[in-house]
T-cell receptor, first 113, second 111 residues
C-alpha cells in the first residue's frame, strides 16, 4: 500500500505563478487535510475535507484553494504564489474527523522566489 | 482550540526511558490527546492517543492525570533511531480540523 502520495516532491516557482499540489490516498479514508510546515515550526492546517464533496478552512487558508476531486484525491492550489508561501506542504488522511490517527504523505517542498 | 506547551528540546542516551510532558490547560471535555513523531524530510507518524488514565501500545505509553491538563509520553529504552521531533496534539472529538500542532519537542538520543 502506498498510503498517502503527494506530487510533486519539490517545486520552485516565481512570485505570481500558480501551482496545484496533488494528493491521493489509497486507504479509503473519508477525511483529508492540507498542512504547511515552516522551518523549525509545527504544522498549521490550511484546509480540510470531512468527506467527499465538503471542504472547510483551517487555521491559515488565505492564498489557497482546495478541491476534493473524489474520495481518493484532495488538491491544493496556489493561484498567485508569494514568497511567504515558501514551505513544506503535507497532505494527510484519516477515517473520519473524529480522533482517528492521521496518515501523512512525505510532503512537497515548495520554494517561491 | 486547546493550545499545547512542550519543552523545545530534550537529550537522552540509548537504553534510557524518556518522558516528554505536554501541558494543555484549556483542554475541553470532548478532546483527546494524540502524539505524533516526525523524522527529517518525512511527514508526522501517529504514535499513541488517549483520553484519560493510561494507554500503552507496542512503542510508547501515555499517562494522563485525572484533571487532564497535562499528559506524558513515555518512550521505554530509546535508541538512536528515536531521535525525532515529537508533537502533542489535542484533538476535538468530532472535528479534527479544530486541532492544532504545537512546535514539538526535539528529542536527541546519544550513544
Amino acid at each position: 500500500n502506498a498510503g498517502v502520495t503527494q506530487t510533486p516532491k519539490f517545486q520552485v516557482l516565481k512570485t505570481g505563478q500558480s501551482m496545484t499540489l496533488q494528493c491521493a490516498q489509497d486507504m479509503n479514508h473519508n477525511s483529508m487535510y492540507w498542512y504547511r510546515q515552516d522551518p523549525g515550526m509545527g504544522l498549521r492546517l490550511i484546509y480540510y475535507s470531512a468527506s467527499e464533496g465538503t471542504t472547510d478552512k483551517g487555521e491559515v487558508p488565505n492564498g489557497y484553494n482546495v478541491s476534493r476531486l473524489n474520495k481518493r484525491e484532495f488538491s491544493l492550489r496556489l493561484e498567485s504564489a508569494a514568497p511567504s508561501q515558501t514551505s513544506v506542504y503535507f497532505c494527510a488522511s484519516s477515517e473520519g474527523l473524529g480522533p482517528q490517527p492521521q496518515h501523512f504523505g512525505d510532503g512537497t517542498r515548495l520554494s517561491i522566489l | 482550540l486547546a493550545k499545547t506547551t512542550q519543552p523545545i528540546s530534550m537529550d537522552s542516551y540509548e537504553g534510557q526511558e524518556v518522558n516528554i510532558t505536554c501541558s494543555h490547560n484549556n483542554i475541553a471535555t470532548n478532546d483527546y490527546i494524540t502524539w505524533y513523531q516526525q523524522f527529517p524530510s518525512q511527514g508526522p507518524r501517529f504514535i499513541i492517543q488517549g483520553y484519560k488514565t493510561k494507554v500503552t501500545n507496542e512503542v510508547a505509553s501515555l499517562f494522563i492525570p485525572a484533571d487532564r491538563k497535562s499528559s506524558t509520553l513515555s518512550l521505554p529504552r530509546v535508541s538512536l533511531s528515536d531521535t525525532a521531533v515529537y508533537y502533542c496534539l489535542v484533538v476535538f472529538n468530532t472535528n479534527a480540523g479544530k486541532s492544532t500542532f504545537g512546535d514539538g519537542t526535539t528529542l536527541t538520543v546519544k550513544p
